[in-house]
Structure formats: structure tokens, C-alpha cells
């Protein structure tokens, strides 16, 4: 059963790059509620020219790594100005610090961009379990197509026009999910876990704030929300890293067994850059960071966090 509302008037076609986890959930969606789907893979057998020719949204679900490249390479081929991008991807370019719609937009210019982010554990979403997202853009026509293509009574689906902020709060809380990860493979309880999402909120925000992204947003689907999905579940990538570091893995080994792309990990070294360029204060990153380069133990990590300085609640 779609949604009574995005039921198939006018269908769409739709392009979706990449068919790891996420990217193949939300093509199930689309193709669900009677979209016309292509789904690209770099190791498929249609070429990207195919694949994006004449479509009406081209959603990419590449990892961070990718999406410069395949961006670049979506740019040679003739497109409709019409075209609507989204993008799914929560990481930030090493190269840049920019977020992937960031370099979506720069790249189209003249097209409108959508980011796509919430509490999505793909897991879930393929088992057909409700779930709710947010579809962000400063094209509200855009957006609101997006969200007519993906709705349905399993998949709740907002609009929100600070795409920046929906973009961020599904980056940023990876390297808090680490974290949590680490807290939970340790046993430090409730309590701490409670403090360090918590803890971890406020830094995403003032990393947001510093950014140019709104408050509210963070508070939304794809920041809290997003926090209290990756940082309580083992199907979470980024918690299984920090869990498993807990545990006493080297990263190495924990990548090398993972199933899918841990965003975080990256995230993390982009995230220092970019708060050392600006001086915005993030210790639970810093000491994800550490942990992450090998240079200090899990239970150090806790230390540090515990023994900081006392001062004021609120200090965005
Ligand atoms: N899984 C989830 O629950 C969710 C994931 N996300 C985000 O979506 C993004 C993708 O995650 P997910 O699908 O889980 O990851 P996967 O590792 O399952 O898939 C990654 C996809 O990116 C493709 N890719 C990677 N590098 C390149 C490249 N250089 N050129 C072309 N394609 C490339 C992979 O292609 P190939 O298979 O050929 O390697 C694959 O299709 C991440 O940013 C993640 O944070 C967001 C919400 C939910
Ligand atoms: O972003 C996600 C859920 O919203 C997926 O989390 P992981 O990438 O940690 O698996």
C-alpha cells in the first residue's frame, strides 16, 4: 500500500547511484510507489550515461569517496534543466571539508539540490519497518516532489528547508555513534550513555551553528533523531566500529570485516580539520580522533572527557 497521496499520477524516473545498502532501500521505495527506477553501480553492467538519460531525479547513495568522481562524470552527459538531484550520502570531502551537496550544487549550478536524511538504518527500512526522513532544499518545489516520489504508510517522509542542517546533523552524529559504540562495548551504563548523546548534541550543534546551519534543525529527524537510532544500534556501522575498538580490535581489523562504508571514521579526521580551522571546541570528536589513530585506549578516551574542565551547561 503507497501513500494515498504520492499514488501514481505522474510517475517519475529516477536514477539512483550506487547500489550498496542505502542506495538499494531507496530504490525498493521509489519502485514500490510505481516510479520508473534505475539503479547504477559501478560494477553493473549499464553506463552512467544510460542510467541518468532523460530522468527526472538523479538520487546519488554513493559513499563520501566517490561522490567528487561520480559527480564529475554525471556532468559530461546531456541532462534536463529540469533535473532534480538528491543526495544520501552523509560524509564530508577530505579535500574540501565541503558537505556532498555542497559539491552536488557547485558542480549544477543551475539544478535544484535535495538532501535526503533521517534515522534510516537500511536494515530496517528493507524489512519494511516504519520510518520516518527529511527531504531538505532551498527549492521547496523540489523538495516536495522528493517527498511525493518516496512517501508511503512505511516511509514517512518531511520537508525542511535548512538542507545544510538536515545535511550535517546525518554526518556528524556518525562520529557520536562511534562513540556511543565505545561506551556500550565498555559497559559504562545508561547514565553515560545518556550524557555523551547528549554531550554529543550540543557539539554537532555548535559545529552546525559555526557552519551556518539553524538550531531547530539539529532537534529534528535527522539530528536527534538520527543520534538516537545510530548510537543505540548494533546495526549501525559507525557504533559496530566504536564498539568493536572497545572490544579491543584495531581499526584495520574492523574495517577490513565491515560490512559496508562506516562514514564516521572519515568524518572524524574532516571534522578536526575544519574545528582546528574555525576553533570550535569538540572534545567527544578530538578523542574519537585519538582513539581512531591509535594513540590513546578506549578507557584514556573516557578519562580525558571525564576530567575536562567544569563550566556551564550551555556553551554552543
Ligand atoms: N546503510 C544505511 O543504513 C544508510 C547509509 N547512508 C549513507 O549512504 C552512503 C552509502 O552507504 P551504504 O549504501 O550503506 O554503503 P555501501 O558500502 O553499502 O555502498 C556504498 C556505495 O557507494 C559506491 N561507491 C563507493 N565508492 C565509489 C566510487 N569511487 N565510485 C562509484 N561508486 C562508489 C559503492 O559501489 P561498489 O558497490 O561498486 O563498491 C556502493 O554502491 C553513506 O554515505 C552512508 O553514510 C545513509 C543512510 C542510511
Ligand atoms: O545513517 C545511518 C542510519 O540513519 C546508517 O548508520 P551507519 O552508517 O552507522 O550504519
Redesign the pocket.
Known amino acids: 500500500m503507497t501513500n494515498p497521496k504520492s499514488e501514481i499520477q505522474n510517475p517519475k524516473s529516477v536514477a539512483i547511484?550506487?547500489?550498496?545498502?542505502?542506495?538499494?532501500?531507496l530504490a525498493n521505495l521509489a519502485a514500490a510507489n510505481g516510479h520508473e527506477v534505475r539503479v547504477w553501480?559501478?560494477?553493473g553492467s549499464q553506463t552512467l550515461e544510460a542510467v541518468v538519460k532523460d530522468v527526472h531525479i538523479i538520487l546519488s547513495?554513493?559513499?563520501?569517496?566517490?561522490v567528487r568522481?561520480?559527480a564529475s562524470q554525471v556532468h559530461s552527459f546531456p541532462l534536463s534543466p529540469e533535473t532534480i538531484f538528491v543526495t544520501?550520502?552523509?560524509?564530508l570531502d577530505p579535500q574540501t571539508t565541503c558537505t556532498p551537496s555542497q559539491i552536488w550544487q557547485t558542480i549544477f549550478p543551475n539544478h535544484a539540490v535535495v538532501v535526503l536524511?533521517g534515522p534510516?538504518?537500511?536494515?530496517e527500512?528493507q524489512m519494511q519497518l516504519p520510518a520516518a526522513t527529511v527531504v531538505a532544499s532551498n527549492i521547496p518545489t523540489a523538495a516536495e516532489l522528493v517527498q511525493l516520489v518516496f512517501s508511503s504508510h512505511r516511509f514517512r517522509v518531511y520537508t525542511n528547508s535548512d538542507p545544510l542542517g538536515v545535511e550535517l546533523g546525518?554526518t556528524l552524529k556518525?562520529v557520536i555513534a562511534i562513540a556511543a559504540g565505545v561506551c556500550d562495548g565498555l559497559q559504562l551504563g545508561t547514565n553515560a550513555k545518556a550524557a555523551l548523546v547528549t554531550r554529543g548534541l550540543t557539539e554537532i550543534i555548535r559545529v552546525g551553528n559555526n557552519w551556518g546551519a539553524k538550531t531547530g534543525t539539529f532537534y529534528g529527524l535527522s539530528g536527534l533523531g538520527d543520534l538516537l537510532a545510530t548510537c543505540n544500534s548494533p546495526?549501525s556501522?559507525n557504533y559496530q566500529v566504536g564498539y568493536q575498538l572497545a572490544g579491543g580490535k584495531t581499526l584495520t581489523e574492523i574495517l577490513t570485516n565491515l560490512?559496508?562504508?562506516a562514514?564516521g571514521v572519515n568524518t572524524c579526521r574532516v571534522l578536526i580539520q575544519r574545528a582546528k580551522q574555525q576553533n570550535i571546541a569538540v572534545p567527544i570528536t578530538e578523542q574519537v580522533y585519538h582513539l581512531l589513530q591509535g594513540q590513546i585506549t578506549p578507557r584514556q578516551a573516557l578519562d580525558e572527557l571525564m576530567l575536562r574542565d567544569i563550566k556551564p551547561e550551555y556553551n554552543y
Open positions: 547511484l550506487g547500489a550498496g545498502a542505502w542506495g538499494t532501500a553501480s559501478r560494477h547513495a554513493i559513499s563520501m569517496t566517490g568522481d561520480v544520501a550520502t552523509k560524509g536524511s534510516n538504518l537500511s536494515k527500512i546525518g556518525n546495526l556501522r560490512q559496508g562504508t562514514e
